[in-house]
């Protein structure tokens, strides 16, 4: 039994809060496994606060209440998420001063905690502090009877609740095999079966053949009452009689449910009809008429082969049901098969992975190959990279073949061209090599140019008067004859003149002649006529379309 003091720290507490007009504050217990107390010996009025490494478990006061005006009580619940520990050592303080008011040694005490599957449990302590005035001078006046539980009602509804649950699998009345079997043993006697039964929910059971006595040359009919009884504090069991008469379910003057079943009828010529619903108790069931988790199988496979082939079939699972199980090709993984056993959870989403990182690049390796293959110049908008381990600018550099041998497909000699200023080209039909160059240059073509052509008609030249001018002195000259010339004329009129061969006129001096030449102006003509043109030249350094500048990178592989 608990042993439990009010300390004498607790009294001077007390005295001096009510010198300061205080009123008494006990919040929190405090719990500790003392090595070798005996709950037998009360604690001492002087004894202090345990040692901290045998303090378990501090929790504040969860509720309190007014017995009286002299008696207070404090309450305390571990739940059951609190734990594991046990103790056997309990105090009550003030948390402000540390002050140890109340101490109560107890029989050593587990608490545990839910977990794991495992259910814990809750324990609930109180602590009644009983002085002149306690209620007044602890300000603590709501009374217990609103706050302490009545376990009553609740108790009895876990018992309404297991019934119920039982009534939903048994039904009203099921009887395992023989059970309560009524068997004709003499004029007017009879034997009741051993066994197990459920009535509305409630488990009965007859521990061993009983003799029944019934009057003889009477038709009556056997009837089993049942009844859940027992005490808060004691055992509840399904009590049960047997009556001779039909009845109803009932409740008794107490307050208990009866439920009451036929289960024989007796003719007056002592026949016997048995009014029992059976079944065989479901474990028998389960045992002879389904397949058991540790049998593996083996009911099927102890009823031979046609057994197996049957099961196998009724899988359908097509072809696969019927082969035989191995590791080979065509044969169905079982046991221990480690593509059974490696195999991934689907609900797992991947996290079973071993080596993610490198199944992401295993699963990712072929995926890129298909979109991008490695050698295929990628667009890149900055002049870093996304990953210098992955990628490299196209700017003639070599690589390494054995360590990229994709990109080594794509570019034999281990040279990256060099893009720099560079567009791409599909390669044409015919005429050229992949990863040819060719320079920039115009398609071949002409040009048409010409001056306008223009009629200037005929137009004036300006006036000017040279006046008189002299010629230059020269000219002296005379002129010879080189034939002779006769002529005769028999008239007077005419001369006769001969010119011999030879002959020559008088020379002429030299001298000069005087020209004017007046004011004049002279017409000129220009009529339509044409004039070569040159065209300049024009353009950038190259031949260029509108633009904007990438840097073309590279896929490592």
């Known amino acids: 039994m608990a042993q439990t003091v009010i300390t004498s720290a607790f009294e001077r507490y007390k005295a001096q809060e009510a010198a300061g007009g205080r009123r008494i504050l006990l919040d929190r217990y405090i ?21 901290a490494e045998h303090i378990v478990w501090r929790q504040n006061v969860d509720t309190s209440g007014m017995v009286n005006e002299d008696v207070v009580t404090y309450s305390v619940t571990l739940m059951e998420s609190v734990g594991d520990f046990s103790f056997n050592w309990m105090g009550l303080i003030n948390s402000e001063s540390g002050t140890l008011c109340l101490i109560t040694h107890l029989e050593p005490q587990m608490k545990v905690r839910t977990a794991d599957g495992r259910q814990g449990n809750v324990l609930n302590y109180s602590s009644n502090l009983k002085f ?55 004029v007017g006697t009879a034997m009741l079966s051993p066994g197990a039964a459920y009535l509305r929910g409630l488990r009965m059971e007859l521990d061993k053949n009983t003799t029944l006595t019934y009057t003889a040359d009477k ?57 029992r619903k059976t ?40 072809n696969s049901a019927t082969r035989d199980v ?32 490198l199944f992401v690049n295993n699963l990712l390796k072929e995926l890129l190959s298909s979109i991008c293959p490695a050698g295929t110049p990628i667009p890149w908008p900055s002049d870093v990279l996304p990953d210098r381990d992955k990628y490299a600018f196209m700017q003639g550099q070599t690589f390494d073949r054995a360590a990229y041998p994709l990109l080594a497909k794509a570019y034999p000699s281990g040279v990256i061209p060099d893009l720099r ?19 920039d240059g115009n398609k071949s073509h002409t040009h048409t140019a010409r001056a306008l052509e223009t009629d200037l ?7 000017f008067d040279y006046g008189t001018k002299s010629t230059s002195e020269d000219g002296e000259h005379d002129h010879e ?53 040159i065209v300049d030249a024009d353009g950038n350094a190259e031949t260029t379309v509108k633009n904007i500048a990438f840097n073309y990178i590279v896929r490592l592989a």
């Open 132 to 186: 002149s005035g306690a209620s007044e001078q602890t300000g603590i006046t709501t009374p217990v009877s609103t706050w302490q539980i009545d376990f009553t009602a609740r108790l009895r509804g876990m018992d309404e609740a297991t019934r119920l649950a039982s009534l939903d699998i048994y039904g009203n009345a099921i009887f395992f095999n023989d059970a309560f079997k009524v068997t004709k043993t003499g």
């Open 326 to 357: 191995g590791k080979t090709k065509n044969t169905v993984a079982a046991g221990d098969d480690p593509r059974i056993t490696g195999a991934m959870q689907k609900d797992r989403n991947g996290d079973d992975i071993p080596d993610r990182e």
């Open 279 to 318: 079944r065989k108790p479901t474990s028998q069931v389960l045992d002879g008429d389904y397949l058991r988790v540790a049998g593996n199988l083996k009911e099927i496979a102890d009823k031979g082969e046609n057994a197996i082939g049957e099961a196998r079939r009724h899988l359908n699972l097509g």
């Open 457 to 463: 008609g005929t137009k004036t030249t300006s006036r």
């Open 481 to 533: 004859f080189g034939n002779r010339v006769w002529s005769y004329w028999g008239d007077s009129n005419h001369l006769s003149l001969h010119v011999g061969n030879g002959e020559r006129t008088k020379p002429g001096g030299r001298h000069v002649h005087t020209v004017y030449i007046g004011g004049h102006e002279h017409t000129m003509y220009i009529g339509p006529h044409g004039h070569i043109v």
């Open 421 to 439: 200023g560079w567009t791409i080209k599909g390669k044409p039909a015919s005429g050229r090599a992949a990863l040819s160059q060719e320079m």
């Open 219 to 275: 038709e009556q009919t056997i009837s089993v009452d049942c009844a859940l009884k027992g005490t808060l504090t004691g055992e509840n069991a399904a009590v049960f009689t047997l009556v001779n008469q039909p009845a109803r379910d009932y409740i008794d003057g107490l307050g208990f449910a009866h439920f009451v079943e036929p289960i024989a009828r007796i003719a007056r010529d002592g026949t016997i009809t048995d009014l």
């Open 31 to 51: 719990f500790a496994s003392i090595p070798d107390l005996d709950p037998a010996t009360p604690p001492g009025k002087d004894d202090a606060m345990p040692a």
